[in-house]
């Protein structure tokens, strides 16, 4: 069984950083695109920043320039490096990976989240 675990939320003062990471664990064959979302109180989960198994990445226009999305595939982690945070980046974060595990085709996996809350 797969499972995603996220670490390094918490409450950070507008204009601070924060770094997230996320690990795989499991049955793992191979990891392709791996990617960060979020979903603020009210409002839809969205798309935050994805990368590859390859490094290509992408990356939502309101984070454009303050976050860097990186990964170490030998550890099957995926981090979201967070800078220049304003209060309207306060929300759950979720991991998302596609995951090819052992006796099963590849899918999406989800982790539990973790709650980042920038201060004013």
């Known amino acids: 069984q797969v499972q995603l675990v996220e670490s390094g939320g918490g409450l950070v003062q507008a204009g601070g950083s924060l770094r997230l990471s996320c690990a795989a664990s499991?049955?793992?064959?191979?990891?392709?695109?791996m990617g960060w979302y979020r979903q603020a109180p009210g409002k839809q989960r969205e798309l935050v920043a994805v990368?590859?198994?390859?490094?290509?990445?992408n990356y939502a226009d309101s984070v454009k320039g303050r976050f860097t999305i990186s990964r170490d595939n030998a550890k099957n982690t995926v981090y979201l490096q967070m800078n220049s945070l304003k209060p309207e980046d306060t929300a759950v974060y979720y991991c998302?990976?596609?995951?090819?595990?052992?006796?099963?085709?590849?899918?999406?996996?989800w982790g539990k989240g973790t709650l980042v809350t920038v201060s004013s």
């Open positions: 499991g049955s793992i064959v191979s990891i392709n695109a």
């Open positions: 998302n990976a596609d995951i090819w595990a052992i006796a099963t085709m590849p899918m999406d996996y």
């Open positions: 990368i590859t198994k390859g490094g290509s990445t």
